[in-house]
């Protein structure tokens, strides 16, 4: 039962223009979700956040989108770099029902994107 | 300031064996969570522990046992080894204490890489 989705395994773009990496979920109890970035040999690293109450969230190149009612969140990466290839990984967490924190993270299984110079 | 610190970085055992893996979370983060990747998935929630108890607990049979020490440490013990066990173990350390405007996001180590033969 695969509650967070990441259908796309792979993506490949050219340097300087946007990457969107998409995410799916079913659990209606997510309420907060996170994009992480995983290099080979490393442990995954955050890169950014969006709490349901909100459908948009930006840090500078990486902005997360929320639609609530499709239950789909896309990370934009604009302008891509070759740096950032590596494996992103789409998770998700149910905060209320975790005693409002520490929430365990539910992951998809990642797409590895990969930016060519 | 360190981040969160795993060991081994590899490790090799036979089926039946025991293992143990450790972990230190980030300074300032009183709360760690184990993960499994296996490969070509997304991290899968163990468990976690606060305040030298285990609080939440994913689908893994109890041959998947922790500990956290008075200094936030943990370790993560897995007992009669199987093949199907051979994954990477990651440890993310957050903080309940500050948990709250995104101070609650998890931050992972580099991984245990188990193999199981």
């Known amino acids: 039962d695969q509650q967070v989705k990441q259908n796309s395994p792979s993506l490949s773009v050219q340097e300087g223009r946007i990457s969107i990496l998409n995410c799916d979920y079913t659990?209606?109890?997510?309420?907060?979700f996170l994009w992480y970035k995983k290099y080979p040999a490393e442990g995954p690293t955050f890169l950014i956040s969006?709490?349901?109450?909100?459908d948009k969230n930006e840090d500078g190149r990486f902005t997360v989108f929320l639609n609530k009612s499709a239950k789909h969140l896309s990370l934009h990466i604009v302008p891509s770099q070759p740096g950032d290839s590596a494996v992103y990984f789409c998770?998700?967490?149910?905060?209320?029902?975790?005693?409002?924190?520490?929430?365990?993270?539910?992951f998809g299984k990642g797409t590895l994107l990969t930016v060519n110079p | 300031d360190a981040g969160v610190t795993q060991s081994p970085t590899h490790l090799i055992k036979t089926r039946g064996q025991q293992v143990t893996l450790r972990c230190s979370p980030k300074?300032?983060?009183?709360?760690v969570s184990w993960y499994q990747q296996a490969l070509g998935q997304g991290p899968q929630f163990i468990f976690q522990?606060?305040?030298?108890?285990?609080?939440q607990r994913g689908n893994f049979p109890d041959r998947f046992s922790g500990h956290q020490f008075p200094n936030y440490s943990s370790e993560l013990n897995v007992n009669a080894l199987l093949l199907g066990d051979s994954a990477l173990y990651l440890c993310?350390?957050?903080?309940?204490?500050?948990?709250?405007?995104?101070?609650?996001?998890?931050?992972f180590g580099p991984g245990t890489r188990l193999t199981v033969l």
């Open positions: 300074s300032g983060h009183d709360t």
């Open positions: 659990n209606s109890m997510f309420d907060y």
């Open positions: 993310a350390s957050s903080s309940r204490r500050l948990a709250g405007d995104g101070t609650d996001t998890q931050y």
């Open positions: 969006i709490s349901s109450i909100k």
């Open positions: 998770a998700a967490s149910a905060r209320k029902n975790s005693g409002g924190s520490n929430y365990k993270l539910t």
């Open positions: 522990y606060y305040e030298e108890e285990e609080r």
